[in-house]
Structure formats: structure tokens, C-alpha cells
DNA sequence: GCATCTGTCAACCAATCAGTTGATTGTCTG
DNA sequence: CAGACAATCAACTGATTGGTTGACAGATGC
């Protein structure tokens, strides 16, 4: 057995919520009173957060394990060790995420609210829709795996209490949001461009999210003015 | 002399036209009655149809010279003859996309209708779309370069003319443009698992077209209806 | 307090890859 | 047609890079 991360397939024992919005590694490791030399979970973290760092940064490609586990502190066999290479360092971080990604999308906060939260998250932390953008550009071309068609099932629910207006799609507002949200992330250099902003600044986050929020109002329903200024008169 | 390409460093020799959206490369070469084995023209031209092809696929750390040689039929020695090696061959892309890039956003035509032409250019051929976006994420953080905000220059012009909501700003909506258009580019599975659809049909691409089209409508002026229903009251 | 397992590391290895070298052959020009 | 130059290629090279090996040392249990 040289490599640890096969009995971990399918389980989750791994600190998820540990990393931080700074890659940071959260100290609670509750059996260990004071520092180990030698931790194996605090190990498996510290590697867990470069990846997140070096992957984000330059795709998987372009990440080098050295890199990794210099940043982690650690020997890059480790990585081999713990998750066996390279390969596996990266589908944890994918497994991590997917976990993550549920948590969203709750049906009842309004649409506007919930595409700010959105940008919001993702303007704090990128890393995680940089991962996604990499992965997405990375994916050979071909057939959709899995179901389609159903993550718009919340919306559709929005659509039928009137939230969204009638003549557009759940799919297509859904899609465009996404990239709208993503835009700031995926086009740095865009954003300087067309708004003479900094995309990595509070300005930019409190006026992109202004916006966004004023575009997506004007989605819901056939009436734009009824929730901004008052009803029609 | 080692490298072909240093002389040509700020000339514009290439047949830039001569890469159509399938790859292939164009025939026309004036002065050539038959096929020469030996054509330096048409061996550069080839060289850049793969590696479009290639760069969008893979992005650059990715892609392989390789591979590149290969699907152009040459051996890989030609592209440091020509290009002066990957990276520059990398270069001599971009600066062909840039000349292309200048010739679009018309002023005078309507925002939704621009917003759709976008669209169907990047659904057409993506891989200009993808090159970019590879680019702006392996493009590494840091101070902006460039003037900033001046992209938006038309866009002011054309909320003078009443045709964007007066509470909207231009550089936000054309981010959200950017990004609704580059979506179907840069999420391809999202395009799946939120609308149903194969991002590479023309069904999803006459559907996003539409959608996209109403929404953008959505977001001129304070009335909705008064730009695909007709004027108000 | 000793044996054993776990965690860690330095050094090494094989594969990959961008780039170079030197020779070969088509093409042009006088 | 002959010399010169342009275009092309096969083989080689040096540098990365992901991964492996074998040794060693801290932790753990008896």
C-alpha cells in the first residue's frame, strides 16, 4: 500500500471547511493538545491548500507539484503519499468543491439577492470559480454527460411565483447570470477596460454588485419600475 | 539568422483572413499557378490553423508543439523557423486576433442586436473566445496595465441616446454582456445541466440568441415595451 | 524501553518536451 | 545548368517534471 488516499475514496474525512478564504488552515484539530512534529491531517491539509492556491493560479497544467509542496512546506513525495500524484491532489479539490456547491442556490431568496451572493462569493474567494473555469476550459469536447436541463428546477419555481418574467427562459436568465457573475473573474483585464476598476477591490465589488443587482430587477416580471421605484404610475 | 519571424515583428504579412472558422486554410495565394512542395507561405498559414486550434484546445501550457507540427503536416523545427519557437507563435495569434477585434462594436447598431452578433461569433468559432479566456486566466494577478474605462466610450454614447436605462452603468452592462456571451464558451456542461441543450447545436444557438436578445431589450430604458412593442401608452 | 508502524525526506529515475544542429533537397536566378 | 539561397527534416540535447525508492525518525502500543 504506497498510496493513502485509496482507502479515503467515497468518504469524507476531509476538513473541508479548514481552508479559509486566505488559504489559511484553520488550527482545530481537536485530539492534539499541543504542536506534533509529525500530523498527518495537518499535512494533508497544508498540501490541500497550496493545490487550491497553485490549481486556481495557473490550471492544472500549468501547476507544478514542487510548487505545491514548497508552498505547503512539505516534500513533494507527499503528495504521492497522501493522495497519489498529482491527479488525485486535483479530483479531491474537484470532490471538495461539489460538496460546497450544494449548500446554494436556496429557492426562497429573491433572485436579485441571490445573484449578488453569488458575485459576492466569488469575488472574495476566486479560486474556486477559477477551478471551475480551468476545468471547463480543460474538458475535451463531446457528448453532455448526466442529466440535463435540471438545475433550473428552483428557478422555474421563481418563474411560477412571478418572479422571473414570462417570456424568458429559467435556463437562459440562469446561464447568463452565471456569466455574469463569472465575468469579473474570467476577464480581469475586461474589467479595468470597461470600468477603469480595479476587479480585486471593494470599490468594484460594492459597484459591480449594485449593478448586477439592478440588471437582474429588470428580469422580474413584465413590469421593471414595480420593484425599484415604486408601482407604475 | 535562426529565426524567420524577427523580421517581420510589427509588419502585417500574414493572409489573416486566410484562417476561416473551420480551421482550413484558404487557397488563394496570387502568385502560385500549381502546387510547389516547398511554400513558405502556405506552410506559415498552416502552422497557424493548428495552432489555433491546438492554443484553443488546450491553452498554452497545454498545448503541444508537437502536436501542432503534426496536424499542420510540417515538422516541429518550422515553427522555431518561422515563429522564433511556441512562445512566439503563441504572440503572432494574439496579434492577429487583435486586428480582427477592432472591427467590431459598431455604434450605430442596436445593443441587443450587437449582443446577438457577439454571441453567434463566439458560438460560431470559439476558439478566439476560448484563446481569450485561456489567456485572462493564466494572465497573472497584479496592477492593471493599460488606460482604463475608456472601452465604455460608445456605450456612454449610446445611454445619450436613450437607448440604455439611465441608472444602469455602461462598463457594468457590457461586463454582463461579456460575460452572457462568453458563458456558452467558458461553461460548456453548465450550458447542459441548465437549459438541456448542446451548447454547439444551432438549437441552443438560435434559443440564446432570442433569450439573450430579450433580455438585453430589458435593460434599455426605463420601459421595457418601448423598444420591441412599440412607444409607450 | 523496545518493536513496529506512520510520516517525512533527499536523491534518483524515466518520460516528456521545447528547442538546436547539421544535413538534404527544392527553387530561383543569372 | 550551376551556384546560392530558402525550406524542410531527422536526430539530438538539455531542461523540466511527475513520480519512485530506500532510508530514517517521530509516534504508538505493549
Do not use: C
Not at 471547463?136 to 418574467?165: F, I, V
Amino acid at each position: 500500500m504506497r498510496d493513502r488516499s485509496d482507502g479515503r475514496v467515497g468518504t469524507q474525512h476531509v476538513d473541508v471547511a479548514g481552508i479559509d478564504a486566505q488559504g489559511r488552515v484553520s488550527p482545530r484539530r481537536a485530539p492534539v493538545p499541543e504542536e506534533r512534529q509529525r500530523d498527518a491531517e495537518r499535512t494533508r491539509q497544508h498540501l490541500l491548500a497550496a493545490a487550491l492556491d497553485e490549481f486556481a493560479a495557473k490550471g492544472y497544467a500549468g501547476a507544478r507539484v514542487h510548487d505545491i509542496a514548497a508552498a505547503a512546506g512539505v516534500n513533494k513525495q507527499l503528495i504521492s503519499y497522501y493522495f497519489g500524484g498529482k491527479d488525485g491532489l486535483y479530483r479531491e479539490l474537484q470532490r471538495i468543491w461539489e460538496q460546497r456547491e450544494a449548500a446554494f442556490a436556496d429557492p426562497e431568496v429573491p433572485l436579485p439577492e441571490l445573484a449578488v451572493r453569488y458575485l459576492r462569493d466569488a469575488l472574495a474567494d476566486p479560486r474556486m470559480m477559477r477551478l471551475l473555469l480551468w476545468r471547463s476550459l480543460a474538458a475535451e469536447s463531446g457528448p453532455p454527460r448526466g442529466p440535463g436541463g435540471e438545475e433550473s428546477a428552483g428557478m422555474r419555481r421563481r418563474q411560477a411565483r412571478g418572479e422571473l418574467a414570462a417570456d424568458l427562459d429559467p435556463g437562459a436568465v440562469v446561464l447568463m447570470l452565471m456569466g455574469a457573475v463569472a465575468a469579473p473573474v474570467a476577464m480581469r483585464q475586461m474589467v479595468w477596460r470597461v470600468t477603469g476598476l480595479d476587479p480585486e477591490t471593494p470599490e468594484f465589488e460594492e459597484y459591480f454588485a449594485e449593478q448586477l443587482g439592478r440588471m437582474v430587477r429588470r428580469l422580474t416580471g413584465p413590469d421593471p419600475g414595480s420593484n425599484d421605484a415604486g408601482p407604475p404610475g
